[in-house]
C-alpha cells in the first residue's frame, strides 16, 4: 500500500509500503552530441542549485507520447540548434533511485548539423563547445552529464560506428 | 521567494521564485571499493523503483554531522564489513538538479580489509564482488553506480595511487 502525500505539476511524492518517501518525475533524455571535429555540444542552464547554473549536455523531459530518442532530437534541436543523423541510446538508469523513480535514457549523437532554431536563451543561458577531456572538467557538478560523457567517450574509443542510422 | 508545499521526514519540496518543484534531500556518499584482486565490492539493494531491488555499488546518505568521507567510511562498513586505508573523492555532483538539491559525493576505496561486521540482509538484500566490466553491467540501472564505476576505471586506469592515506 502506497499513499500520495503531495501532487505537484510535475511531481508526486507517495510514502510507500516500507514508509519511505518517494518521488515520482517523468524521464529524461540526456545528450552526448559530438561533432566531426570530436567537440562535444554543451549549454550553461538555470537549475534550481545553490550554483544557480550548470554547465551539462543538452538533457530534458520526454513529453507525453514521445520516445526516449524523439525527445533527445527535440531537445538537442532545441537547445543547441543541432540535428544529427546517428543516434545510440548508450544507457538507461535511474538518478537517484533510493527516492526516484526518474529515469535517465543516455543518447550519444553524431554526424551533427547545426541547422538553427534553437530556442532563444532564457532558461538555457549559453552554450559552448569543448574537447571531450574539457567537457568533463566543466560539467562536473551534474552526475548525469558525467555519466554520459564517460559512457559517450568509452563508445567512442571503443571504435565502430553507432549502429542505429538516424 | 520560494514555498515550501511538502515537508517530509526526508524530503521537502519547495516551489522556487521560477515556479519549479524543487526537491530538498540530503546529500549521499558513493563508493567503489576495489580490492586487491581488481573486484568491485557491490551490493543488491531494496530500492522503491519498478524492479523492486538494483545491484549498485554502497552508498548512504551523509548523516548530520559528519563529512562525506566519514559517511562513505560507514556505509562501506555497515553494507560489507569491509575497511579501506585508501580513500580519494573522485566528484561531488548533483544527481538530478533540475528538480533536486542531492549532492553526491563518489569515492575510491582501495586497499581493502574485510573486518566483517555488516549488517544483517534486509534492504541490502546480498553481497557480490565483480572485475570492473561485470561491475558495469550489473549496475546498469543505477546512473550514479555508473558515474561513479567509470570515474573509479579512469582513475585507476591513469595509474598512480590515489593520494590520501587513510
Known amino acids: 500500500m502506497t499513499a500520495e502525500v ?3 505539476r510535475l511531481i508526486t511524492v507517495q510514502i510507500d509500503e516500507r514508509g519511505r518517501e518517494v518521488v515520482q518525475h517523468p524521464a529524461a533524455s540526456v545528450i552526448v552530441a559530438v561533432d566531426d571535429q570530436k567537440m562535444v555540444w554543451l549549454v550553461r542552464s538555470s537549475r534550481p542549485v545553490a550554483e544557480g547554473s ?3 549536455v543538452p538533457a530534458g ?3 507525453p507520447g514521445e520516445s526516449p530518442e524523439q525527445a533527445a532530437r527535440r531537445e538537442l534541436h532545441e ?3 543541432v540535428q544529427a543523423d546517428r543516434w545510440e541510446e548508450l544507457a538507461s538508469a535511474y538518478s537517484s533511485p533510493g527516492y ?3 529515469r535517465i535514457h543516455v543518447f550519444l549523437a553524431t554526424e551533427l548539423r547545426h541547422v538553427g532554431g534553437e530556442e532563444a536563451l532564457g532558461e ?7 574537447p571531450m577531456e574539457e567537457a568533463l572538467e ?8 558525467l555519466a554520459a560523457l564517460l559512457l559517450a567517450g568509452r563508445r567512442l574509443a571503443a571504435g565502430g ?6
Open 6 to 8: 503531495f501532487k505537484g
Open 54 to 56: 550548470l554547465v551539462e
Open 61 to 63: 523531459m520526454v513529453d
Open 79 to 81: 537547445e543547441c540548434g
Open 100 to 102: 526516484s523513480d526518474e
Open 124 to 130: 538555457i543561458e549559453g552554450r559552448l563547445q569543448a
Open 138 to 145: 566543466l560539467c562536473s557538478a551534474n552526475l548525469q552529464s
Open 161 to 166: 560506428r553507432p549502429s542505429h542510422p538516424g
